[in-house]
């Protein structure tokens, strides 16, 4: 037999079979989301006195960053008093995004608008971690020490 039949078949789909099932068991090897299992990106707005929160759930992937971007530049540009942006249920997070807060932190301080980020979830923490970039964007672990440390840097402002 020259192993082109069927018995040459059977072994090669074993180990691919196995194959799937390192990959399904690694967390270090990146899969497409499974939009049954971790939902896309999704936000929500909400305005009180002391601040606008943009509350951002799901994967934030490039499928979602041109919303993303223009949602946050939209409330910066209403002047709110603060504005968080509340990570706390977010599952994943693109480079991209983290370049979008970076940018809101300078958006945000040219317009007197003070800024923070709140939810101290892996999924944001870790690429922050990464790039060492804690000093840069500082995550507070949930919105009411958000608001808190806002109003604590208002008072130490000139």
């Not at 390192?22 to 497409?32: K, Q």
């Not at 939810?119 to 672990?141: F, S």
């Amino acid at each position: 037999m020259n192993g082109s039949g069927p018995a040459a078949v059977a072994p090669a789909r074993c180990r691919e079979a196995e194959l799937e099932e390192v990959m399904r068991m690694s967390s270090s090897v990146p899969r497409p989301r499974d939009p049954r299992i971790r939902p896309p990106g999704s936000f929500t707005v909400t305005r009180a006195g002391e601040a606008s929160v943009v509350a951002v759930a799901g994967e934030l992937d490039s499928t979602v960053t041109a919303q993303f971007t223009a949602l946050l530049a939209g409330e910066l540009s209403r002047r709110p008093p603060a504005l968080i942006c509340d990570m706390s249920a977010v599952e994943f997070c693109a480079a991209r995004v983290l370049m979008i807060l970076i940018d809101t932190v300078a958006d945000a301080a040219l317009k007197g608008v003070p800024f923070a980020v709140a939810g101290r979830r892996r999924a944001l923490l870790r690429p922050i971690d990464a790039l060492d970039l804690e000093h840069v964007l500082p995550v507070h672990g949930s919105v009411a020490e958000a608001v808190s440390w806002l109003a604590l840097s208002a008072h130490s402002r000139p």
